[in-house]
Every structure is written in structure tokens, then in C-alpha cells.
């Protein structure tokens, strides 16, 4: 368990990049680890998680915020349309906006009287075909579809190209959200989150630097 570590880091590349102390919020990536790393956790303080799972999370956190008091969900995974309905009610802020059938699905929730949580659009800054998210060139027509939609998202997110030099996304990340008057940018993972946030990032996405490597089943 090294919290105290990421935490201390997040605030020397606050203070590195001239950014006020506590611009920076740790997302604790929970997903598929063992319950009693995610409660030793928690009992240090830590109260920002992220999880990747509808279902999973489901299982789990109503039960955690019961015991250990208000706790702020981030949905980090990709979203399918039929457990939108599930997420609107489970999260605090959903990081993966990524098609207009998500954006209409939600729009929907939102008319039938749901209140969102806080949306970030997903980019695929690498252009990966088989990744999920909004391609560069679309961003401006996703961002003017959702807005008419009634939507308002806070922010961008991005998952650089893994073995790349994550640092010209982070950058283009910043670029686009500036052009588009968006402050939120959900960035950065356990091994760049110190590049991410001399760029800007608001959000750090950090689970096995915190918790230790995953055991899938």
C-alpha cells in the first residue's frame, strides 16, 4: 500500500508545475482488487475512487459507503447504454462519454428527471481503432451534439497509446479542452500521472501504484 507516497508525489508535481496544492484529484482505481486492500484504504482517508465495472461496483460501494461514509464514485470503464441507468444512480462523475448513443441514452435519464453526474467525453487521442472514445477531428460536432442534447460535460479524458510517450496526449488533452472551455482533464495512470499534471490534468487515475498489481480471475 504506498497512498501516502502517490499522495506526496501529486503534491511535489503540483508545487513543480506552479499549481495551487490540491488541484489535483487521486482517483483510487478499485477495480477487481481484493476488499480488504480497497478497506485499508479507506481507512486511510482516501474517499475518490474509480471503478471500470457497472456491476461490480454495484456489489460492492453501497455497502462500503455505508460503513465508511460518503465516498465519490468515478465510472472510468467503457458504459454500455443498457447500465446507464445503474451508473446515473451509483456515480458521482462518469469519465467515458464516448458515442452519440451513450450521449442520447443519458440525455433521456436526464429528461426523465435523473440527475447526472459529472460527464467527461472520452478521446482517443491515439486514434486506435480498437479503442473506445471520440476521435480528434470529431470532438467539436460530439461536443455540439451533446450540448443539444441538454448535456454539459465538465471535461475531457484520455488513455494514451500504451508503450508511447504519453506526454504529446496529455498535451493535445489540454489543447482541445481549452478550445472548448472545458476545465476538467481525467489523465495520467500510475506510471505518468507527474507528466499529466505539469499539463494540466485535474484527475489522476492511479490503482496498482496504490493497491498492487490486479489478480484477474
Avoid at 455505508?66 to 465516498?71: A, E, L, N, S, W
Avoid at 446507464?84 to 462518469?94: R, S, T
Wanted: with cysteine; aromatic share 6%; hydrophobic share 45%.
Amino acid at each position: 500500500m504506498a497512498l501516502a507516497e502517490i499522495q506526496a508525489r501529486i503534491r511535489a508535481a503540483e508545487r513543480a508545475a506552479g499549481r495551487a496544492e490540491g488541484s489535483v484529484t487521486l482517483i483510487a482505481v478499485s477495480k477487481v482488487q481484493p476488499a480488504e486492500r480497497v478497506e485499508a484504504v479507506l481507512a486511510e482517508g482516501q474517499r475518490v475512487f474509480g471503478e471500470n465495472y457497472v456491476q461490480e461496483a454495484a456489489g460492492k460501494w453501497p455497502g462500503w459507503r455505508d460503513r465508511f461514509g460518503p465516498v465519490e464514485l468515478h465510472m472510468i470503464g467503457p458504459l454500455q447504454s443498457n447500465k446507464a441507468k445503474v451508473a446515473v444512480e451509483l456515480f458521482d462523475a462518469i469519465h467515458t462519454l464516448d458515442r452519440p448513443s451513450l450521449a442520447q441514452k443519458l440525455a433521456g435519464l436526464q429528461q426523465a428527471g435523473a440527475k447526472l453526474p459529472r460527464l467527461f467525453v472520452q478521446v482517443n487521442t491515439g486514434e486506435e481503432p480498437q479503442k473506445a472514445g471520440v476521435l480528434p477531428g470529431d470532438l467539436a460536432g460530439f461536443l455540439n451534439d451533446c450540448r443539444g442534447l441538454g448535456l454539459s460535460p465538465v471535461g475531457l479524458m484520455c488513455i494514451p497509446p500504451e508503450g508511447e510517450d504519453s506526454t504529446p496526449h496529455f498535451a493535445m488533452l489540454a489543447r482541445m479542452a481549452a478550445e472548448h472551455g472545458l476545465h476538467g482533464l481525467s489523465m495520467g495512470m500510475s506510471g505518468d500521472f507527474e507528466a499529466a499534471i505539469a499539463h494540466g490534468a485535474t484527475h489522476v487515475r492511479v490503482g496498482s501504484a496504490i493497491f498492487g498489481a490486479r489478480a484477474y480471475q
